[in-house]
């Protein structure tokens, strides 16, 4: 079975940063990858906050322990370099087809032989992605959720030209960084948890978008009814406005959406994003959030 030590995550937005941070938390040598300075600026932002929130969820962590798995942790823009001696790639980007194509292209004529290739994609199947690698055999997706330290789950998802060993190292590596692994047997849209997530989510954006409720009428009748911590409006700035805004995007273009659903993605633009209400991410969204960002 290949072994992983040096890791490295393309891509350190939201969720690219938490898999970087806690990769690094759980002892591996990581390579943060993003496209500029700017990105890579933004990114040790990222980092820096997570001090305080590790101290506060994750049980036994210290300043130490934090500050051990900072120098762990390298960032460049460079992304040939970035992933030369990586034993596995985790690919983060944004919900674009293009954008990973090009990512993979370039990763897969520049990682050494061997190395693993996963993608954290929300949407696309592995199957649709590994062509651009050019190994498809070392090719799956490992899909995580949004705060990685508390709602720890990893879904390992191979599609048929998948090396079957590489589902045992992935379920290994996942629980040495501290989740809780849960394997496809083959490739589904969604894995379980989206399967199980988005048509709620996608019922209370149709619920508002055609002027049935309230956004907060929505969030207290589901919390209230279920006992659930969130709404799903709460869940949803959780996530990020920007990835529910691609993942929509996506819908439409390939022509499954329903027509509320193109109204609903451009008042999320105008409203919500072309504003800076990316949700927790920059600490307004749907709701103002109080207190310090909260991711």
Do not use: C
């Not at 960084?177 to 379980?192: F, S, T, W």
Request: charge should be negative; proline fraction near 4%.
């Amino acid at each position: 079975m290949p072994t992983i030590k040096n890791v490295t995550v393309l891509g350190a937005g939201v969720l690219g940063a938490q898999i970087a941070f806690q990769t690094a938390y759980k002892g591996f040598d990581v390579v943060s990858w993003d496209i500029n300075d700017e990105a890579i600026a933004a990114a040790k932002g990222r980092f820096d906050s997570f001090q305080e929130r590790y101290l506060q969820d994750v049980e036994g962590s210290s300043e130490r322990s934090i500050a051990a798995a900072r120098e762990r942790l390298t960032q460049t823009s460079d992304l040939e370099a970035a992933v030369r001696d990586s034993d596995l790639v985790i690919e983060a980007v944004p919900e674009r087809i293009d954008i990973k194509n090009d990512v993979w292209s370039r990763v897969g004529a520049s990682a050494k032989e061997g190395a693993i290739f996963v993608s954290n994609s929300s949407t696309m199947l592995p199957s649709k992605l590994a062509p651009a690698s050019g190994r498809e055999e070392d090719f799956l997706n490992l899909h995580f959720a949004n705060n990685i330290w508390v709602l720890n789950i990893a879904e390992i998802m191979p599609h048929a030209g998948t090396r079957p060993e590489l589902v045992d190292t992935l379920t290994e590596f996942a629980e040495q960084i501290g989740m809780v692994p849960v394997v496809l047997k083959k490739e589904k849209p969604g894995y379980i948890l989206n399967s199980l997530l988005i048509p709620l989510l996608r019922a209370a954006q149709e619920l508002w978008a055609e002027g049935y409720a309230t956004i907060e009428n929505i969030d207290a009748d589901w919390r209230v009814s279920t006992g659930a911590p969130m709404g799903p409006f709460e869940f949803m700035d959780m996530i990020g406005l920007r990835t529910i805004y691609a993942i929509g995007t996506n819908s439409v273009e390939s022509g499954t959406a329903p027509e509320w659903q193109a109204r609903f993605l451009q008042t999320i633009k105008e409203e919500y994003l072309d504003k800076g209400r990316f949700g927790w991410e920059s600490g307004k969204g749907f709701y103002d959030l109080a207190g310090p960002k909260r991711a």
